[in-house]
Nanobody, 115 residues
């Protein structure tokens, strides 16, 4: 079982920045593939970004150029740096950890972009 804990959400004005963190337990953190998803009220959960075990990254078109996903293996933590935030980025952001056929989700962290 892998414990996944997100943090870093909050209220930010349009155009501002936030950095989300996703801490994952386990000695094989370097082998995990990890994703960020988000879910706005009344909407389906949507994929935002992925970083795989060899640090290859991929982004949804809606966040490309504004968000950056990266990880620190020494801290067993993955991050999502979010810049130039827009009101439509408002959602609960979830981290998903994948290893072989297993996957684990965190509890989510709320991001609200509003003036």
């Amino acid at each position: 079982q892998v414990r996944v804990v997100e943090s870093g959400g909050g209220l930010v004005q349009p155009g501002g920045s936030l950095r989300l963190s996703c801490a994952a337990s386990g000695r094989i953190f370097s082998q995990y593939n990890m994703d960020w998803y988000r879910q706005a009220p009344g909407s389906e959960r949507e994929w935002v970004a992925t970083i795989n075990a060899i640090s290859r990254t991929n982004y949804a078109e809606s966040v490309k150029g504004r968000f950056t996903i990266f990880k620190d293996i020494r801290k067993n933590t993955m991050y999502l740096q979010m810049n130039t935030l827009k009101p439509e980025d408002t959602a609960v952001y979830y981290c998903k950890v994948r290893w072989r056929s297993d996957e684990w989700w965190g509890q989510g962290t709320q991001v609200t972009v509003s003036s």
